[in-house]
């Protein structure tokens, strides 16, 4: 029995991740100072989720473009919506930061939901 990854669920999940530690995380360091001792590593926690966003996504967008659909659309907006999650973490230090992060870890699940979507229209 062949067991197949959905790429899709995968980036949707690292996207939630990474949304739910971006807005969670600094409420967690403010709180607690305890946390706030021990984040040191915090910064490369945070690289290593979104390098995972970016992976999953491009991989499973690229696979559901060149496998099944073959719909090119998805890979801009994917590639829009992971700029807004880099520009709301790394240059937008105002109260901006978590509506463009909000906006954009949206497009990055509309993105991977469509690709998934079209996969199975394809599929059936």
Not at 38 to 46: K, L, R, V, Y
Not at 104 to 122: D, E, F, M, Q
């Amino acid at each position: 029995m062949k067991m197949k990854i959905n790429l899709d669920a995968l980036g949707v999940t690292a996207s939630l991740l990474c949304a739910v530690h971006c807005l969670v995380m600094p409420l967690v360091l403010a709180v607690s100072p305890i946390v706030s001792e021990h984040a040191e590593g915090h910064e490369s926690f945070e690289g290593i989720i979104i390098a995972c966003t970016l992976i999953l996504g491009t991989w499973s967008l690229i696979h559901g473009w060149r496998k099944h659909h073959g719909k090119w659309f998805l890979l801009p907006l994917f590639a829009s919506g992971f700029a807004g999650l880099l520009a709301s973490h790394y240059w937008i230090n105002d109260g901006w930061s978590v509506p463009v992060l909000i906006l954009s870890i949206t497009v990055i699940i509309y993105a991977h939901v469509h690709n998934w979507w079209l996969g199975r229209k394809i599929a059936h």
